[in-house]
Nanobody, 122 residues
């Protein structure tokens, strides 16, 4: 499975961005997909995850109510709509795929995209 993340950029606090993750490869639409982020000097952290059939979504407490994860298996795309962005959301955002749905466990994700930079200015 291959993943390609895009959509990052430089925005101001309070703005919105939508990240996209295009998956490819055999049976990629049957994988759970998550977004993680990593700020400079910090560990990679869980942001949001969605099951292969969109039956469940989970979010980190820090983004609940502001971020929404969704997927369109016909287009092999998983989106992360980010609203009301804050400076502390600044990070490189990665999408990752897993056969299982254990959202916060980074080690269960076997496949990773290259990351896209999100910078939120105050």
């Amino acid at each position: 499975v291959q993943l390609q993340a895009s959509g990052g950029g430089l925005v101001q606090a309070g703005d919105s961005l939508r990240l996209s993750c295009v998956t490819s490869g055999r049976s990629s639409s049957t994988y759970a997909v998550a977004w993680f982020r990593q700020a400079p000097g910090r560990e990679r952290e869980f942001v949001a995850a969605i099951t292969w059939n969109s039956s469940r979504m989970m979010y980190a407490d820090s983004v609940k109510g502001r971020f929404t994860i969704s997927r369109d298996n016909a287009k092999n795309t998983v989106n992360l709509q980010m609203n009301t962005l804050k400076p502390e959301d600044t990070a490189v955002y990665y999408c990752a795929a897993s056969r299982s749905f254990i959202p916060g466990n980074l080690r269960t994700y076997n496949f990773w995209g290259q990351g896209t930079q999100v910078t939120v200015s105050s």
